[in-house]
């Protein structure tokens, strides 16, 4: 019977060993799938600020969409404001897509009156000229917008009394 019993272990410690492999492989599969995985979601889910130039480049004043770029006095010259301090509900910066906090700045488009974080917006408008939700034009004639989208321009009655 020793035989019988030798080659019974050896057959069990290989078993073992194979089931110890299989395991350590799977393992090992396992972790390399999450790094993998863990890598698309940082490259396909950038954040939208991350993907637009810092500058726009010296050589052209164009943005991607072929609309010229906002000069720095036109962004300057739009209003800021300071989130909670005027009672408004909830924004959302349609740039980074994050909820402003009570305290933060961000500026108001005129023209269409969509809100978004101070420095993304600058950011967008080095190359770009529209409001990022809606494309109406972020400096200018408010009532061209209109207008183009054949709407009738607003009119403004001023009574002057004397």
Known sequence: MEPSSSSSSLLDGNLRFDLYAVLAALGLSAFLAVC?????????????????????????????????????????????????????AA??????????????????????????????????????????VCRATAVGQPDAVAAGKGGSPAQVMVAVQS
């Open 91 to 132: 924004v959302e910066c349609a740039v980074c897509l994050a909820e402003m906090k009570d305290g933060e700045r961000g500026r108001l488009l005129p023209g269409c009156g969509h809100r978004f974080h101070v420095e993304c917006i600058d950011r967008w408008f080095r190359a770009n000229s529209t409001c990022p």
């Open 36 to 88: 993998f995985w863990r890598l698309y979601r940082l490259t396909v889910s950038a954040r939208p600020e991350d993907m637009l130039p810092i500058a726009a480049p010296p050589s052209s004043c164009a943005g991607a969409d072929g609309k010229a770029a906002l000069r720095e006095k036109d962004v300057a010259a739009l209003p800021v404001f300071v989130h909670g301090a005027d009672g408004t």
